[in-house]
């Protein structure tokens, strides 16, 4: 019953924006920290941004171009990209967790239990 699912994906030009939604099922995200990864082509999955009780972290390349935010009524979770570059491109998953041991921190994907099968995003 625990689901994410993940939608908004599609391509862009270098300099657009797209605006990610992960929609929740089965658990509140407001009693989750939430995540959003991505792994471009040959590259490894990296953590993007991670909304933890009004807390927002990011990598550091997205800082002031990406915003995680959340809307509990929804039970969604959204990422809003602007100013895309090329290196952007990537699948982006969206991830729960409810108690995290944080060794890695909040972008580290081994702390994410529940996790959405992704939507592509192309930037040109």
């Known amino acids: 019953h625990v689901q994410l699912v993940e939608s908004g994906g599609g391509s862009a030009q270098a300099g657009g924006s797209l605006r990610l939604s992960c929609v929740a099922s089965?658990?509140?995200?407001?009693?989750?920290?939430m995540g959003w990864f991505r792994q471009g082509p040959g590259k490894e999955r990296e953590g993007v941004a991670a909304f933890d009780y009004g807390i927002k972290y990011y990598m550091e390349s997205v800082k002031g171009r990406f915003t995680i935010s959340q809307d509990n009524a929804k039970n969604t979770v959204y990422l809003q990209m602007n100013s895309l570059k090329p290196e952007d491109t990537a699948m982006y998953s969206c991830?729960?967790?409810?108690?995290?041991?944080?060794?890695?921190?909040?972008?580290?994907?081994?702390?994410?239990?529940?996790w959405g099968e992704g939507t592509q995003v192309t930037v040109s």
């Open positions: 089965g658990f509140a995200v407001s009693d989750h920290c």
């Open positions: 991830a729960a967790v409810s108690k995290g041991i944080w060794y890695d921190g909040r972008l580290s994907p081994y702390e994410y239990k529940f």
